[in-house]
């Protein structure tokens, strides 16, 4: 029980670091979204204006800013990006990276704790104004959606109660 506490309690302070971050960046990314976007696009691709390109499949990074959020095997994940650094809260891990340029196309690349090697190289399947999908070297794919800004998402999992947790001693002084 006090494993998945502390789970809980990392996956909510991760959770509250990512939307801060993403609340508090959102001026910078606001005005270097144009710069990122012209870096990012591929010269003659379609682009849609949408983050999608039409025909090419190629994504354009400014579209994954924000913070995206969406249950993969029945666990949260938690995906946050602002300025080209990407922030990602998942099962036990938590990682961070920059949107790397790979060959014309956006992924991400991240660092997780605990060596954990599933979420570490991400590809965008697809990316519009509500959905994201990333496949993971690891074999994972991730299906989220975008959260409003500055409010929690909602229809996620709660913590379960602390009603049964065991009475935590006193530290005597030193």
Do not use: F, H, Y
Not at 7 to 30: E, F, Q, R, W, Y
Not at 55 to 72: N, P, Y
Not at 163 to 174: C, I, K, Q, T
């Amino acid at each position: 029980m006090i494993r998945s506490l502390r789970t809980g309690a990392v996956t909510v302070a991760a959770l509250a670091a990512s939307l801060a971050m993403t609340a508090c960046g959102g001026d910078d990314a606001d005005k270097d979204s144009g710069a990122d976007s012209a870096a990012s696009a591929t010269p003659g691709n379609g682009d849609n204006g949408s983050g999608d390109s039409a025909g090419s499949g190629a994504v354009d990074a400014a579209a994954l800013e924000g913070t995206w959020v969406g249950l993969t095997d029945g666990k949260n994940v938690t995906v946050s990006v602002s300025a080209r650094k990407v922030a990602l809260v998942a099962d036990q891990s938590v990682c961070q990276g920059d949107v790397k340029d790979m060959g014309g196309e956006p992924m991400l690349a991240l660092k997780c704790t605990g060596g954990s090697t599933d979420r570490t190289m991400g590809a965008i399947d697809s990316v519009d104004g509500s959905k994201l999908v990333l496949s993971w070297d690891g074999g994972v794919k991730d299906t989220l959606t975008k959260a409003d800004p500055g409010k929690l998402p909602s229809g996620m999992p709660s913590l379960p109660g602390l009603g049964d947790l065991p009475e935590v001693p006193e530290v005597p002084a030193p």
